[in-house]
């Protein structure tokens, strides 16, 4: 699956058998970090909720035809669910942001493992 933020809506002028009442929106790819990612491109949203704005995650291909009722649409893309926050856990990669951790709350460190005696 992967991150994308919903850009605009699309109206289609025929429509599909099968997609009748699916939304088609316009949606722009996001890399981990949420930066613009690519081009954006048509997604029908399988979810019916997501909206200009929204960050979603979309699958791509035979998964997208997959997600919507009935199967196999004649689809590229589909959004799969709306996505609440993202949390990015490897601060420092090789293509993300450097420097110090973020604020807020630490969890505590694992306790060490003790040996078994023998």
């Not at 850009?7 to 970090?33: C, F, S």
């Not at 399988?46 to 004649?74: D, K, Q």
């Not at 969890?107 to 060490?112: D, V, W, Y």
């Amino acid at each position: 699956m992967f991150l994308g933020r919903v850009i605009g809506r699309l109206v289609a002028a025929t429509i599909t058998p099968g997609m009748e009442g699916v939304p088609l929106l316009w949606v722009q790819p996001l890399d981990k970090h949420c930066r613009p990612e690519g081009k954006a491109f048509v997604c029908a949203d399988g979810t019916r909720m997501a909206g200009p704005g929204e960050l979603v995650y979309w699958e791509a291909s035979r998964e997208a035809a997959l997600t919507l009722e009935p199967s196999f649409v004649p689809v590229d893309h589909a959004v799969v669910g709306l996505v609440d926050d993202v949390q990015i856990d490897d601060i420092g990669d090789a293509d993300g942001p450097t420097g110090p951790a973020p604020s807020g709350p630490v969890a505590p460190a694992a306790a060490p493992r003790r040996k078994r005696k023998p």
